[in-house]
């Protein structure tokens, strides 16, 4: 198994020197051998326990090692399976570019895909610091390169460069965490982690380490990358990055929560509140969306939020001495990883499917799609409903998890932890309900009605292909959703062999619930086939007739009488004012214009925490950087000068022995 | 078993009475009590008109919606029997199912590209997001009361804990009894008799549905009334006296809700339409002070 997995990384190389038709073809194959050996280890894992494989590569603390604990396969699977998705839909969505693009720019893409699925794994399965590390930035440098595929759009670059330079902040901030941690225990790893927890104060290190994974992972107010990289990448790019990439930040998060010793009621707390704040606000922001994919991006955020309220609530949980709030917190949110990984890659690749068919994504000129797609609404509205929590589907699982705990708690709660307690649910209700207000405009407003702008092309289905990872995609989401208690109690299982707390009287309790759940779930279907089984025989049996809408007695109402992404965020918008940056572009007719001239109408809303957290620094370095150019003056006298300075800086410091 | 078939012989008269009482108050004498279910089954066997721009979202969201509902039905219990299904937590699903039947009918409102339709959409989607955290404070105050996280266990535990259960059960029923109005588009939040259709809320979405699709709509909404009433009368009757007894006193209440509402809409004139999200959060203000009410009887500060 190591071969193939060395054989695969090795071989990654042959993607240049092949003609172009063929690149893709290896690229699949080397996916599938990555597949087959880390699934292989993953699920060995999981079943038996730990597995160590040793890499032959040396580092000077000795052989790299892939340690593969529960956790680390749980996530390895999570990354095989959307990597493979991502890859399969990559076929179709690529094909445009194909005879567009340059060679060496597809063999590159294709690489970096490869190499991002290879990183990710090994980022789950490296312990070593240093390696780790090294995981991590290719993790970061290929996702980079993945996102400026259309490096030819000005905006697109500048989003990569972007999110390369958050990435590396996120880098040097767990680089840092690390580093602490081995000054202190003389260990760069997350052993030495573990020792520095057991002497000192958990929670500066673990918020540096929160810090670091959160960028990755998209807490507000570490976000400000994601928003802007997932509508520039490519759909099957965003799909992976939203779907399994991110998730590496709740891996680390989850990794060195497992570690934590004390401080835990601060840090789950802060964690909580930081979860809430996302969700909330991630969910808030994408109603304010027009653009479907950047609406999809901070859905990711809210998302995130939501396994953030799940890790705050378990580690809460593990401060007050209640088992069954960690483990249920905990259990809600890693299962929520696999849950946003399934849907959200669903609603990237069938964003993309909008864009194959459509060349836009805006919604302000979508609609009426669904009668042209009938499988991509079908699918877009199975992972519309999944993310927005609504049983039959499988998001409803991981968030009555996190209820169940809370709820279970609730009786026997201090003051503090039952307000606390109260907050998390009315987090997560509030959430819930406006994932509904999103996601009815989403699929409304892109889907449904009539077009909203003038039409230019034919628009039609995608090819077969392009639909079958949604397919699959699918077969879970419902497969988790009429199976709960199975996965239920395997990330319970993962969690056990995780914290080392006995779940005897856990498992069963939950089981119960879920099993109830998952034939309510069944029930449910049932109960909508016999409805509508019976609703058809009755139309089979009465006139039915096709007519215009009613439209109030006016007849002659067009496409531009529906309501617009715009008008749908309008009630909420006037609710949350505050928190949003809105403004309204429009010159209202004056009294000369009899005649007037046709107008536009432009709304925009801007991410007031990034404003204030990431604009208001970029804002003042712009305004004084350029004061430092005085230095750059063009003379070589003056060139010479400036290293001379520093010599003699460095020399005065040696011999005044001062650092 | 029980609170099925109870809720079922509720669901018959209910309507009926709302309708009566406020032809009662207008003056008029009305027509008789069985008259909405016969417009009902009249609906169910008429033939279909569909918009042109409609699609097979439009067709599947009534049924959708109804079996949302019916399934619902299952979960709500009647005092110490217990309902079809139990499970702790089973609150939550109950909520998340009827989001399910939201969401579709939200969906078919905007499938037919209508103006109107989409305002009574947005709307719905609105206000159903800001009453779901009164029903869940509210639900979490009584588990935090009770002990306990099942609908049933919930309201079976309610009356004997001890001589604070009657504020307890009192304000609770109160704020379910809002909350019915809101998630059934009555007044004052939704006046389903406006003919208006810039100011309607639930019936404007409903505008293109016909035939089986509106009686089966117009089905779901009262059986959801009823769900929602049953719960706040749970809260109100005594657990003390006689099984037969409470019976005879829960068909009785649910006429009496029924009156109310039709006394409301009666006397009452509507919100302003931007005064209604005030009216909604005030609902979960109020069960905000259940939570503290049940903090304090618990002595937990």
């Not at chain 2, 955290?133 to 306990?148: E, S, V, W």
Request: glycine fraction near 8%.
């Amino acid at each position: 198994m190591i071969l193939i997995f060395k054989f695969a990384l090795l071989f990654s190389f042959g993607i240049f020197i092949l003609p172009k038709k063929w690149k893709y073809a290896l690229g699949l194959a080397l996916h599938i051998l990555l597949i087959v050996s880390t699934g292989n280890w993953a699920l060995n894992a999981l079943m038996i326990g730990t597995q160590t494989i040793s890499l032959d590569i040396a580092t000077w603390s000795g052989p790299i090692q892939l340690v593969i604990d529960p956790l680390s396969a749980y996530f390895m699977l999570i990354i095989n399976l959307i990597c493979f998705c991502g890859i399969l839909y990559a076929a179709g969505y690529l094909k445009p570019y194909m005879p567009k693009k340059r060679s060496v720019f597809i063999s590159l893409h294709l690489f970096s895909f490869l190499w991002l699925h290879g990183a990710m794994l090994l980022v789950t399965s490296m312990r070593d610091g240093i390696a780790f590390l090294l995981a991590w930035e290719l993790m970061s440098l290929f996702s980079f390169i993945l996102v400026i595929f259309e490096a030819q759009k000005e905006s697109t670059l500048k989003t990569g460069i972007n999110y390369l330079l958050q990435m590396h902040l996120g880098f040097a901030l767990i680089m840092i965490s690390f580093l602490i941690a081995a000054n202190q225990t003389g260990e760069l790893s997350f052993a030495g982690v573990a020792k520095y927890f057991t002497q000192y104060n958990n929670a500066p290190l673990f918020l540096l380490f929160f810090a670091g994974f959160g960028i990755k992972a998209g807490f507000i107010p570490l976000h400000s990358w994601l928003p802007r990289a997932h509508p520039a990448a490519p759909s099957h790019v965003s799909g992976v990055m939203s779907g399994v990439m991110i998730k590496m930040g709740i891996y680390g998060i989850f990794r060195v929560v497992s570690l934590l010793q004390n401080d835990l009621m601060t840090i789950g707390i802060i964690v909580l509140a930081v979860g809430v704040v996302s969700g909330l606000l991630g969910v808030i922001m994408a109603i304010m969306q027009h653009d479907l994919k950047k609406l999809l991006a901070y859905h990711s955020i809210e998302n995130i939020g939501i396994i953030g309220i799940g890790i705050g609530v378990g580690i809460l949980g593990k401060a007050i001495g209640d088992d069954y709030l960690m483990i249920l917190g905990l259990a809600g949110a890693l299962l929520h990883n696999l849950n946003h990984a399934l849907f959200k890659s669903l609603l990237f690749f069938t964003a993309g499917n909008i864009f194959y068919a459509t060349h836009t994504v805006n919604m302000d000129s979508l609609g009426g799609l669904v009668n042209k797609m009938k499988y991509t609404s079908t699918a877009f509205l199975i992972g519309a409903l999944a993310i927005s929590g609504i049983p039959p589907f499988n998001g409803f699982i991981s968030e009555f998890l996190i209820y169940s705990g809370i709820l279970h708690h609730l009786p026997a709660a201090t003051f503090w932890m039952s307000l606390v307690g109260v907050a998390a649910v009315l987090g997560l209700v509030l959430i819930g309900g406006l994932c509904i207000y999103c996601f009815t405009k989403a699929f409304g407003m892109s889907f449904l009605g009539t077009r909203r702008s003038e039409q230019h092309h034919l628009v039609e289905e995608v090819p077969p292909f392009m639909l079958f990872p949604a397919v699959l995609i699918i077969g879970l989401i419902l497969f988790i959703g009429l199976r709960s208690a199975f996965f239920g109690e395997a990330v319970i299982n993962i969690l056990q062999q995780l914290t080392n707390v006995s779940t005897v009287g856990i498992t069963p309790e939950i089981v119960h619930s879920l099993t109830a759940v998952s034939n309510i779930n069944i029930l449910l279907i049932i109960v909508m086939g016999v409805v509508f089984g019976v609703r058809t025989w009755q139309q089979r049996r009465v006139k039915v007739e096709q007519r215009p809408t009613w439209g109030c007695g006016y007849s002659a109402g067009d496409f531009r009488h529906q309501y617009t992404p715009t008008s749908y965020a309008d009630s909420l918008r006037q609710l949350v004012d505050p928190l949003i940056d809105y403004t309204r572009h429009y010159k209202s007719f004056t009294e000369k214009e009899i005649f007037p001239p046709p107008k536009t109408f432009h709304t925009e809303s801007k991410d007031l925490v990034e404003e204030k957290t990431v604009l208001s620094w970029v804002h003042l370095l712009v305004k004084y950087l350029p004061k430092a150019g005085v230095a750059q003056s063009g003379l070589i006298n003056h060139y010479l000068i400036y290293p001379l300075i520093f010599l003699v800086l460095i020399g005065l410091l040696t011999i005044l022995n001062i650092m | 078993m029980l609170s099925l078939v109870l809720i079922l012989l509720a669901c018959i008269y209910f309507p009926g009475v709302i309708v009566k009482v406020k032809a009662f108050f207008s003056g008029r004498k009305g027509p008789g009590i069985l008259q909405p279910w016969s417009d009902i089954f009249r609906l169910l066997k008429k033939g279909s008109v569909y918009s042109t721009s409609s699609s097979f979202i439009f067709q599947i969201g009534a049924s959708v919606y109804f079996s949302t509902v019916v399934i619902a039905a299952l979960f709500v219990p009647f005092q110490e029997t217990t309902a079809l299904v139990s499970f702790n937590g089973d609150f939550v699903l109950f909520a998340y199912l009827l989001g399910l039947g939201r969401f579709l009918i939200i969906l078919s409102a905007l499938d037919v590209s209508s103006g109107f339709e989409g305002m009574g959409a947005n709307r719905e989607a609105f206000y159903s997001m800001l009453i779901e955290p009164a029903f869940f404070i509210l639900l979490g105050a009584l588990a935090m009361f009770t002990g306990y996280t099942s609908f049933h266990d919930i309201f079976a535990s309610l009356h004997y804990h001890n001589y604070f259960s009657g504020i307890i059960a009192i304000i609770a029923g109160y704020v379910l009894a809002n909350i019915t109005l809101v998630e059934t588009s009555r007044l004052p939040v939704d006046d389903p008799l406006t003919h208006l259709e810039l100011t309607m809320v639930h019936e404007v979405m409903v505008l293109d549905h016909s035939g089986f699709d509106l009686g089966i709509i117009k089905t779901a909404n009262n059986l959801k009334f009823v769900l929602f009433s049953s719960l706040s009368a749970n809260c109100f009757i005594p657990q003390s006296l006689d099984l037969s007894l409470r019976i005879a006193i829960f068909l009785v209440l649910q006429v009496f809700f029924a009156g109310g509402i039709g006394w409301l809409e009666s006397f009452r004139a509507r919100n302003k339409m931007a005064m209604n999200a005030q009216y909604i959060l005030s609902v979960s203000a109020i069960a905000m002070i259940l939570i503290f009410v049940v903090i304090i009887i618990k002595n937990r500060i």
